[in-house]
T-cell receptor, first 115, second 112 residues
Framework: GENVEQHPSTLSVQEGDSAVIKCTYS??????FPWYKQELGKRPQLIID?????GEKKDQRIAVTLNKTAKHFSLHITETQPEDSAVYFC??????????????FGKGTHLIIQP | EAQVTQNPRYLITVTGKKLTVTCSQN?????MSWYRQDPGLGLRQIYY???????DKGDVPEGYKVSRKEKRNFPLILESPSPNQTSLYFC???????????FGQGTRLTVV
């Protein structure tokens, strides 16, 4: 099955700086890569996703890049703010004409924004 | 309001006593799944369902059962809970496995 590795497990950055979280996946057939944010005591929520036919996607201060050859994708957050403090999860899924298998998540990155 | 509802939110039970955690969504989503979240292990998929009467195992299905008799409901059944099933459980739904998954509020289960 799919295996998703996520690094680092904890990331501390100064407010206003950028943060980068990296993930690698093992199944070259995976073609959907979402990122979820989970604030303390809350449910995970989608912040951005990318499909394998696109190399980069941006939404305001958040961007995701995908390198299919190397089988890795990254989350970039610019101009970090205190409300960005949370646990971030990457995930991978494989979709074919018969349907999709489930999401395989990385173990998460605890992002801490230092004032 | 579009939502995924899990019940109960908190549950303490004893080893071996069968229990069911319910999950219901009002978005007419075809795809539903169950995850457990443990410290340092992230979210691990237990079971998923692509439609009514179609279910499949995820990464950690041992000790769990599911059913999908109606599109909106996807209950998680623990026939004989054990302490290693103490965890935070999330149900999620999406229109397909290729689109945003909406998570329920979570169920914190403790098995003593």
């Amino acid at each position: 099955g799919e295996n998703v590795e996520q690094h680092p497990s904890t990331l501390s950055v100064q407010e206003g700086d950028s943060a980068v979280i990296k993930c690698t996946y093992s199944d070259s057939a995976s073609n959907y890569f979402p990122w979820y944010k989970q604030e303390l005591g809350k449910r995970p929520q989608l912040i951005i996703d990318i499909r394998s036919n696109v190399g980069e996607k941006k939404d305001q201060r958040i961007a995701v890049t995908l390198n299919k050859t190397a089988k890795h994708f990254s989350l970039h957050i610019t101009e970090t703010q205190p409300e960005d403090s949370a646990v971030y999860f990457c995930a991978a899924s494989k979709y074919s004409g018969g349907g999709a298998d489930g999401l395989t998540f990385g173990k998460g990155t605890h992002l801490i924004i230092q004032p | 309001e579009a939502q995924v509802t899990q019940n109960p939110r908190y549950l303490i039970t004893v080893t071996g006593k069968k229990l069911t955690v319910t999950c219901s969504q009002n978005m007419n989503h075809e795809y539903m799944s169950w995850y457990r979240q443990d410290p340092g292990l992230g979210l691990r998929q237990i079971y998923y369902s692509m439609n009514v009467e179609v279910t499949d195992k995820g990464d950690v299905p041992e000790g769990y059962k599911v059913s999908r008799k109606e599109k909106r409901n996807f209950p998680l059944i623990l026939e004989s809970p054990s302490p290693n099933q103490t965890s935070l459980y999330f149900c999620a739904s999406s229109s397909s496995g290729f689109t945003e998954a909406f998570f329920g509020q979570g169920t914190r289960l403790t098995v003593v």
